[in-house]
């Protein structure tokens, strides 16, 4: 834990605790950007993922920072770091930082509990912007993805992006994506289409982050709605 500032205006500053294990380079500026304000201060910084939930609960943060991670053979990683956090300070406001996984996210984070979302591209004020809000009991999106909002559900259409990310899927990533909703296990699907598991996985975990699901169960949902594989397939 790093010392506490003094109180602002009688007021005592928001403490925020950074969890973004996997980019040091991001933690430091986000440190230096946080301790420069006059009515914020980092408390702590999350050493390991492992140590996540206990330095969570025994510290004295009003915000918690953490980063979005990508896909893995689990699931959405970043979905159940959100959570985690929740449940060791249910109280604790969080702000997710897109890392590794695609801007369209955003939507998985604030159902897991996020009280904001930030793209890599946040400038400082950005930052500061966020964590004040959230400190007030708002939801904060960066621009950049409200911009997109209201591109795709109030004038029906962003430039140069398709309507459903569906759409934007190369025909083995299609294929994947049936085998999978149908319940195929990545080795399954490998052998079917003669390609490495691997890839598969890959293929997979794209699919995932680009439709912006977390589990098969999205997955299968989506694809029964849209028409994409029937009852009797299952």
């Known amino acids: 834990m790093f010392p506490g500032g003094a109180a602002v205006d009688g007021l005592p500053k928001l403490g925020v605790l950074l969890a973004i ?22 408390v702590g910084v999350v050493d390991s993922r492992e140590r996540m939930r206990e330095q969570i609960a025994g510290s004295a943060a009003d915000i918690v920072v953490t980063e979005c991670l990508p896909y893995t053979s689990a699931g959405c990683a970043s979905f159940q770091a959100i959570e985690e956090i929740r449940a060791a300070r249910p109280t604790v406001r969080v702000l997710a930082v897109e890392c590794g996984c695609g801007s369209q996210q955003f939507s998985l984070a604030i159902r897991a509990g996020a009280h904001g979302f930030l793209t890599r591209e946040a400038a400082a004020g950005d930052v500061l912007t966020a964590l004040r809000c959230i400190s007030r009991g708002e939801t904060y999106v960066s621009p950049s993805i ?10 029906g259409s962003t430039p140069g992006v398709p309507d459903d990310p569906f759409d934007a899927l190369s025909e083995r990533a299609r294929e994947v994506f049936h085998l999978a909703a149908v319940g195929h296990t990545n080795r399954e699907i490998a052998r079917t289409l003669h390609l490495s598991e691997q890839t598969v996985h890959n293929h997979r975990a794209n699919v ?7 589990d098969r169960v999205e997955l299968l949902k989506y694809a029964l709605r849209r028409g994409l594989i029937q009852g009797t397939e299952l």
């Open 146 to 155: 409200l911009t997109r909002m209201v591109n795709t559900y109030v004038l």
């Open 21 to 42: 294990v996997d980019f040091p380079l991001l933690v430091a500026g986000y440190r230096a950007v946080i301790d420069a304000a006059p009515d914020l201060r980092v």
């Open 208 to 214: 995932m982050e680009k439709l912006g699901f977390h």
